[in-house]
């Protein structure tokens, strides 16, 4: 599952490319759900066709993570920059396996050296991808552990963080 804004920024393109290059390692093609919506979608579309992957991909309007979660067995983030992004953090929390690529603040949530973080280059997510969905249990075993992202990234945390930020600025 891709999930997020159809522009290159975010790496659709790069998890289309990964698609078609993954099926043959894998022994099969891959099929894939790709939620969002932006003005290069139809650019996405073209790709998707001019590989021959137009039986093997679904586009779908933006809905809730929570819905999309629902669509796939692994979760790709295949951006070339980001700063903090709350899909990933969503993804581990709702107990989803992902590979991410490892720019802006995604090296932070994951250990260092974490398998799931790839550069963002369709060949290393193609070999990626095939080894996740390979043997997916193991491969989810490679997630960050659930009470230390709660420790770092809950809701509560984030916002204490945030206001004695606020304080700090205001003391200043």
Not at 10 to 20: C, E, S, Y
Not at 113 to 123: E, H, K, N, Q, V
């Amino acid at each position: 599952l891709y999930i997020g804004m159809m522009r290159d920024l975010k790496g659709p393109d790069i998890f289309i490319d990964a698609l078609a290059l993954a099926g043959p390692r894998f022994g099969r093609a891959l099929t894939a759900v790709m939620v969002g919506d932006g003005d290069d979608l139809p650019r996405y579309h073209g790709q998707v066709k001019r590989l021959g992957l137009e039986r093997h991909v679904r586009f779908l309007p933006p809905m809730p993570a929570r819905e999309a979660f629902a669509l796939a067995a692994l979760i790709i983030v295949p951006s070339r920059a980001e700063a903090m992004p709350y899909i990933v953090l969503e993804t581990l929390a709702a107990g989803k396996p992902m590979i991410a690529t490892a720019v802006g603040g995604i090296p932070e949530i994951f250990d260092t050296g974490s398998p799931a973080l790839i550069r963002p280059d369709p060949i290393e997510l193609a070999e990626r991808m095939s080894q996740a969905l390979a043997d997916p249990a193991a491969y989810r075993d490679l997630m960050p552990d659930e009470a230390d992202l709660k420790a770092r990234f809950g809701a509560d945390v984030m916002a204490a963080d945030i206001e004695n930020a606020y304080f700090a600025a205001l003391d200043r």
